[in-house]
């Protein structure tokens, strides 16, 4: 049984995780097809982050707390943070730059593998939130069921082998799938239980390269809100037929995330990064 966590992080009010303005509405309906997406209105993904390296998307993020992005371990370098953007080509107007204080690798992280492929990024400061700028609600009570319909954000490459980034961001909708059907199709020597499969056997529909680090969401039935259920970590390809996507599996990590927020132990200025 997975341990209720908490969502009261350093005096953060649990009511604002989770939730997105009122104003935008039906945004999972897709109207094109680039590797399963289609354009995300502006203020749908409040705690979608724009991580960059020299200010080029490298990686996705998602808000947990004001001052905590989580993402994928293997992102990293020299970085900033984007929070509240949408278009890329220009300065939204929630965005906020903010720089990057501590990058927290997950301690077993497995660089070859990609086991354990989950970080914690602090920011040097909160950021302002606001409806186009909010945290999501990390995992509490039992997974959603096999089968669950689950969303998919970035700003990542269309196809496969191809670095031009997309100027607005993207989202898609994929099922989760069974963990034998997900080490069947992607070798049970490669997925660990700390990772989980979704999408479609068919392909079509997948993240691709930049959308690494951002987020699975799940919304919670009984509740409406928005929880982080997995992290963009790998892939056989870009929604290739029989090669669903690879993410994270929060629930796994949190404990480590809700101790790594709440420690009292947090050194000025002191970076981790490999």
């Known amino acids: 049984m997975l341990l209720l966590i908490s969502l009261l992080f350093m005096g953060l009010d649990s009511a604002v995780c989770g939730q997105r303005s009122s104003a935008v509405q039906n945004i999972t309906q897709p109207r094109s097809r680039i590797v399963g997406g289609s354009p995300a209105p502006p203020g749908s993904w409040p705690w979608l982050v724009n991580l960059q390296l020299d200010g080029g998307l490298m990686c996705g993020g998602v808000l947990v707390d004001s001052s905590w992005v989580v993402t994928a371990a293997h992102c990293f370098s020299y970085w900033t943070a984007v929070v509240g953007e949408f278009d890329i080509t220009k300065t939204d107007p929630d965005e906020q730059v903010l720089k990057v204080n501590r990058i927290i690798p997950h301690p077993k992280f497995n660089p070859k593998t990609f086991n354990n492929d989950i970080a914690l990024v602090e920011l040097t400061s909160p950021v302002v939130l606001s409806e186009h700028v909010t945290p999501v609600c990390l995992p509490s009570g039992m997974e ?98 029989g090669k669903p996507g690879v993410y994270t599996r929060v629930s796994a990590f949190s404990d480590w995330i809700q101790a790594e927020i709440q420690s009292e132990f947090q050194p000025t200025n002191h970076k981790i990064i490999f």
């Open 144 to 241: 959603p069921p096999t089968g669950s319909p689950c969303l998919v954000a970035g700003w990542g490459s269309l196809y496969e082998g191809e670095w031009r980034i997309k100027d607005m961001d993207f989202h898609f909708r994929v099922p989760l799938l069974p963990q034998s059907t997900c080490k069947s199709a992607l070798g049970k020597e490669l997925v660990t239980n700390t990772m989980l499969c979704a999408g479609y056997l068919s392909g079509g529909i997948d993240s691709c390269q930049g959308d690494s680090g951002g987020p699975l969401i799940y919304q919670d039935r009984i509740s409406g809100r928005f929880q982080l259920h997995g992290i963009t970590s790998w892939g056989d390809g870009c929604g290739e037929k």
